[in-house]
Nanobody, 120 residues
Framework: VQLVESGGGLVQPGGSLRLSCVAS????????MRWYRQAPGKERELVAA????????NYANSVKGRFTISGDNGKNTVYLQMNSLKREDTAVYYC??????????????WGQGTQVTVSS
């Protein structure tokens, strides 16, 4: 299983970024996908989640109305569109999938993370 994030960078307050996470090694369309973030000195927090069929999306209160999670099963990719970015959105953003089944276990997987810095 592999999750590869991209799209992070430096952006001014009020700007936008779109993060991508390309998944491989499992049946992407069968699993819910999540984006987390971790700022320096803080715990990792759940930012957004999307159900396997895409019909259910959940967001942290801090990003509601500004961030949108979406998925493309044909590309095995989950996206996080981030608008109206604030300095407090600065963090490393991680893609996550939980409970991927193998013949003997169910495991959680993380991407390597992509840095988002919001600064003027």
């Amino acid at each position: 299983v592999q999750l590869v994030e991209s799209g992070g960078g430096l952006v001014q307050p009020g700007g936008s970024l779109r993060l991508s996470c390309v998944a491989s090694g499992f049946t992407f369309s069968s699993y819910d996908m999540r984006w987390y973030r971790q700022a320096p000195g803080k715990e990792r927090e759940l930012v957004a989640a999307i159900s396997s069929a895409g019909g259910r999306r959940n967001y942290a209160n801090s990003v509601k109305g500004r961030f949108t999670i979406s998925g493309d099963n044909g590309k095995n990719t989950v996206y996080l569109q981030m608008n109206s970015l604030k300095r407090e959105d600065t963090a490393v953003y991680y893609c996550n999938v939980r409970g991927v089944m193998t013949t003997s276990s169910a495991n959680d997987y993380w991407g390597q993370g992509t840095q988002v810095t919001v600064s003027s």
